[in-house]
């Protein structure tokens, strides 16, 4: 897949709260075009293979039963420099911690319920999105 590409979730909490419209138009106005989005309900795991690289991790439990805890909303994006660009869009994982204007900033409350996923390479990019997305849509 090719490195312009990169991939998101907005996050149960996020939905939960209305903000989808918001924050799919702040991905827009930065620039992104949306490739693939559905909204969906993961189970536990669905959710828990995503994030298989935390699985040792004390939070692992509460991530995945935030994850599954109502809709959320996996995108594949594209933009020149994609990954690197939406990391700096999305802001720093703990929302305490994330420039002022981020999504995280703007819409996320806690580190656990963060409001937003960023891909942090072009590798992971490819793969989580072949996760939620056939080849044949995105187009
Ligand atoms: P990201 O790439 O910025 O999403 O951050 P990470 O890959 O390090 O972590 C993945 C997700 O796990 C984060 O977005 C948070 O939702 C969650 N997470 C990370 N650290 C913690 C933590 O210390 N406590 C809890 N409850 N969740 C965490």
């Known amino acids: 897949m090719a490195t312009n590409i990169t991939f998101t979730i907005i996050k149960p909490d996020a939905i939960a709260k209305g903000h989808t419209g918001k924050i799919i138009d702040q991905i827009i106005q930065a620039g992104f075009t949306v490739k693939a ?19 040792a991790r004390p939070f692992f439990n509460d991530l995945v039963s935030f994850m599954t805890s109502g809709p959320c909303m996996p995108m594949v994006l594209e933009k020149e420099n994609a990954v690197a660009d939406f990391r700096i869009l999305i802001g720093a994982t703990n929302p305490k911690d994330a420039a002022v204007g981020t999504i995280r900033n703007l819409y996320a409350d806690s580190i656990d319920a963060n409001a937003i996923h960023g891909s942090d390479s072009d590798e992971n990019a490819a793969r989580e999105a072949s996760y939620f997305f056939s080849a044949v849509e995105i187009f």
Do not use: N, Q, V
């Open 37 to 55: 989005a559905k909204l969906t309900y993961l189970d536990a795991r669905t959710a828990g293979g995503f994030y298989d690289i935390h699985r």
